[in-house]
């Protein structure tokens, strides 16, 4: 339906409709834009509470490091808690840096969205100068400057957790040329009784055949003696070959070699029964134990050096004599 106006004749159709009281024109729900967002919008009570719980974490970091060196060197290495204790005080002194790194992120600095057109690859004078800008602003924002609190607790957090490297480093081992006398005397002596590693002494009959245990001199497995560790093993009659001088250095089919390879100084202590076999695991020396443990694959140049055996009179393991030749790898020789 339509009307017409008298006086100027226009027409209104029906279907026209008035804007609605209010309405400006606008979308009904234009989007909002993020306002950037800080430490200012919390306030200073909640900004410190911040900054303490930041340099908490740091100082936790930097306990945990402490409680590291005291583990590594207070508690004896053959406690059942040693090792765990390490783990956990190091991770401890690790998560502590990273939570601490990510709350200053989250809680200190401020948080705004920007987008950045491309741009050509490659950098002009300009760019280089707003680089510059953008690293002082950052370093700005990040409150180091200001901020003594977290300058000096993020400090001696990394300061601190560099010193479980030193430990970890001085318990590699002994160096060949500052050790030459250390790497080339024996702790085994004629007489000694071979000892497992909890100190009990082995006798005649322990092992059975194929058997195969690692002994030490009279219980002696301190860490300071690492040509000390040895493999004692049970043949068959017939089966051992030894070399020529060296028959008597059986006892009832017990032969005992040195665990330590003769080509880099890893634990050679992986025997087959059936092939008799000694395999090195580091660089894949094999050694045949029948025939007196000499390579027959892999980059060792020589057998393994040989203990020579006896009973004392109660029966139990004894060397009969100190080892005859070098241990350890091959180059400690040339050293």
Same mark, same amino acid.
């Given at each position: 339906?339509?009307?017409?106006?008298?006086?100027?004749?226009?027409?209104?159709?029906?279907?026209?409709?008035?804007?609605?009281?209010?309405?400006?024109?606008?979308?009904?729900?234009?989007?909002?834009?993020?306002?950037?967002?800080?430490?200012?919008?919390?306030?200073?009570?909640?900004?410190?509470?911040?900054? $303490?719980?930041?340099?908490?974490?740091?100082?936790?970091?930097?306990?945990?490091?402490?409680?590291?060196?005291?583990?590594?060197?207070?508690?004896?290495?053959?406690?059942?808690?040693?090792?765990?204790?390490?783990?956990?005080?190091?991770?401890?002194?690790?998560?502590?840096?990273?939570?601490?790194?990510?709350?200053?992120?989250?809680?200190?600095?401020?948080?705004?969205?920007?987008?950045?057109? $491309?741009?050509?690859?490659?950098?002009?004078?300009?760019?280089?100068?707003?680089?510059?800008?953008?690293?002082?602003?950052?370093?700005?924002?990040?409150?180091?400057?200001?901020?003594?609190?977290? $300058?000096?607790?993020?400090?001696?957090?990394?300061?601190?957790?560099?010193?479980?490297?030193?430990?970890?480093?001085?318990?590699?081992?002994?160096?060949? $040329?500052?050790?030459?006398?250390?790497?080339?005397?024996?702790?085994?002596?004629?007489?000694?009784?071979?000892?497992?590693?909890?100190?009990?002494?082995?006798?005649?009959?322990?092992?059975?055949?194929?058997?195969?245990?690692?002994?030490?001199?009279?219980?002696?497995?301190?860490?300071?003696?690492?040509?000390?560790?040895?493999?004692?093993?049970?043949?068959?009659?017939?089966?051992?070959?030894?070399?020529?001088?060296?028959?008597?250095?059986?006892?009832?089919?017990?032969?005992?070699?040195?665990?330590?390879?003769?080509?880099?100084?890893?634990?050679?202590?992986?025997?087959?029964?059936?092939?008799?076999?000694?395999?090195?695991?580091?660089?894949?020396?094999?050694?045949?134990?029948?025939?007196?443990?000499?390579?027959?694959?892999?980059?060792?140049?020589?057998?393994?050096?040989?203990?020579?055996?006896?009973?004392?009179?109660?029966?139990?393991?004894?060397?009969?004599?100190?080892?005859?030749?070098?241990?350890?790898?091959?180059?400690?020789?040339?050293?």
């Amino acid at each position: 339906m339509s009307t017409h106006d008298s006086a100027g004749g226009e027409s209104l159709t029906g279907n026209t409709s008035a804007s609605a009281p209010g309405d400006t024109g606008r979308p009904a729900n234009p989007p909002s834009a993020k306002s950037p967002t800080g430490p200012e919008d919390v306030g200073p009570r909640a900004d410190k509470r911040s900054e $303490r719980l930041v340099a908490t974490c740091f100082g936790v970091s930097s306990l945990a490091a402490i409680a590291f060196l005291v583990v590594f060197w207070a508690l004896p290495k053959t406690d059942v808690a040693y090792t765990p204790l390490l783990g956990v005080c190091l991770a401890v002194s690790l998560f502590g840096v990273g939570v601490g790194a990510i709350l200053w992120a989250k809680k200190i600095m401020p948080d705004e969205e920007a987008v950045q057109e $491309r741009h050509p690859m490659y950098s002009t004078p300009e760019d280089a100068a707003k680089t510059a800008a953008v690293f002082a602003e950052g370093t700005e924002k990040t409150g180091v400057a200001r901020r003594r609190l977290l $300058r000096y607790s993020f400090l001696g957090a990394m300061g601190t957790l560099a010193l479980p490297i030193v430990p970890i480093i001085s318990d590699l081992g002994v160096h060949p $040329r500052g050790n030459a006398r250390q790497l080339k005397t024996s702790p085994w002596k004629k007489g000694d009784r071979l000892t497992t590693e909890e100190g009990a002494p082995v006798r005649i009959g322990d092992l059975e055949y194929g058997g195969i245990l690692t002994v030490f001199p009279n219980g002696n497995t301190s860490p300071s003696n690492s040509l000390a560790p040895t493999v004692l093993i049970r043949l068959r009659a017939g089966e051992n070959q030894p070399r020529p001088g060296r028959e008597t250095w059986e006892v009832d089919g017990h032969v005992a070699y040195s665990a330590i390879c003769t080509h880099a100084g890893c634990p050679a202590k992986l025997y087959e029964q059936q092939t008799h076999h000694m395999l090195c695991p580091c660089h894949q020396s094999t050694f045949l134990v029948t025939e007196h443990c000499r390579p027959i694959f892999g980059p060792a140049a020589r057998p393994l050096p040989q203990l020579p055996l006896a009973l004392d009179n109660e029966g139990f393991f004894v060397a009969g004599a100190a080892y005859q030749e070098p241990l350890g790898p091959s180059f400690w020789e040339r050293s």
